[in-house]
Every structure is written in C-alpha cells, then in structure tokens.
C-alpha cells in the first residue's frame, strides 16, 4: 500500500516544468520552421533542446532531402505558380514561380520563396550600372538559380529547399527587371490584386502582373487637386489595364493606326481605356502628361515569347 500512494507524495512540479519547456521549445521550432512535428522532435532530442542547433540541423537535412527530391521531381509539368512584382524607387522587378498545383500556390513557404525571389532580382539589379535611359535585364531559369542570397546560398538553393518542404516539382521560369534614371518612374500591378494595403518593400502576389516604366511632366513633389489622381496612380491603372487587356506594343501617334476592330487593338494607345472605356488609353496619358517608356506582362504558366527577352537590353 506504501508504494502504491508513495507517488502523491513525490513533487511532480520538476518533471511539470521540464515537460512544459520541451513543448515550448518544439511549438517555438515548429512555428518558426515549418517542419512535421515528427523532425521538429528529432531535431530537438539530437540536441538537448537547443533551438538554434536543433533548426541549422533541420536546415541542413531539409536542404539535402530538398536537393534529391527536386532531382527526382525535376521534369514534371509546372503549369500553376505566382507571379511576384517589387517595385523600389527606381529598380523593379517581375518574377514568375511556378508549380504544379493550384493547391501549392496558396502554400506559405511557396509564397514566401516567391517574394524571396523578387527581392533578390531587385538587390541584384541595384548592383547594374545604370545609364542614361531606362536598363532592362531579361533573367531566365538558370540565370535566377545563380543570383546569391544575403545568407551565401543561392536562389537555386532555396528552390531545392522550398521543393523539398511543398513537395512538388517548382521552377523559377523568368524574371524582368527595370532600372531606371531620374526621369524615368516605375510601378507595377497584379491581378488579382491583393485585398488589402501591402508595405512598399513587399512583393505582390498574383496569376498575372505587369510592369510600367513612364515619364510625367508633373513634378514629383506636384499634388493633384482634390478627387484626381496622382500621376503615379493613373500609371498604375495602366497597368492594370495592360493586365487586363494584354497589348503587345506601346504604339507610336500618328504613325500607328486604329485597328479596323477594337477588339482586335494591339497598340496600348488605341485600346479602350479599361477603367473607363470611354477613352482611349491614349487620351488618358495625353490628358495626364504621362509617357509610357516600356511595360512587360506576365501571366502565370504562358509560354515566354523568346528566349530574345532574357538578355540585357536597353530602350529609350
């Protein structure tokens, strides 16, 4: 009887306490992770609970597991994905991800290798010399696997980290990106547009995005008078025009004319004004003293047009 009761006696509070630090510890690692609880445990376990050994460990086997499963996966078709835009001060940038689900698209850590990506092709364009007229670079896949993280690992080391956590086949398919001199502003759009404000230093996420370099005559510094939109926010309703209506050229005044069929308009000039279709497009930059310099449009799982667009060039 002694031993049967001798229990109640003992203070659990010591075995409590540890109890409650191991699982803090492994919802801390989780959370921060993203691994299965099943690793997150091992990892612990292999290094009494410390938490920056146990998530390098977890690290380092994920980014191996990721390297063989991206080799096994590697060929299958990835039609679905995102597509991530970033715009700062004068470098832009559109990148398009892809996958093979929809279901893996709206996964976080796909997601957030998305805005990775688009970060890292505006750091990389920030170190491009600029000159006089607006620099474009043109990346393709492997020229988007070789641009090198702030923590030394390149872009294709995170893609093979990234495959091996979603477990799907993934691919960087292409990027463009704009450099831009004084006179010259950027701004960019995707669709669908995301339902709340986004900070200025986050990618946008969507199936379709486009990219505007344009010239205003209004100084930056100029208010627009009450009720009117800014410059900048006109130049960014065209571009949600460009995504919605997918011209294939800016189009030259007086030298390019109508088509015969609106719907068949390929100039951006001459397309019915999405916003309001009883402008032209044209008529809505010349009342607004805008330029447009040069735009790109992607949509998620179209065939790139060349392989001409993935290389350095420069437009006036």
Known sequence: MLFKHLPRFLPPTGIRLYATAEKSALATLRKKTGYTFANCKKALELHNNDLAKAELWLKEQAQAMGWSKATKLEGRNTAQGLVGVLVQRNVGAMVEVNCETDFVARNASFQRFVQVASAACVRHLEKVEADANLTKVGLNSEALKQIVLEDGKSLGDHLALMIGTVGENASLNRAICYKAPDSIQLTGY?????????????????????????????????????????????????????????????????KDEPAADKDDEACLIHQEYLVDPSYTVGEVLEANRLQIIDFQRFACGEKSQSEEQNVRAATN
């Open 190 to 254: 995707v669709h669908p547009a995301p339902n709340e404000e986004i900070p200025h230093n986050v990618p946008l996420l969507g199936k379709y995005g486009s990219l505007v370099a344009f010239k205003s005559e209004h100084s930056t510094a100029q208010e627009s008078a009450e009720g009117e939109l800014t410059p900048a926010q006109v130049a960014r309703k065209v571009c949600q025009h460009i995504v919605g209506m997918k011209p294939e050229r800016i189009g030259v005044p007086g």
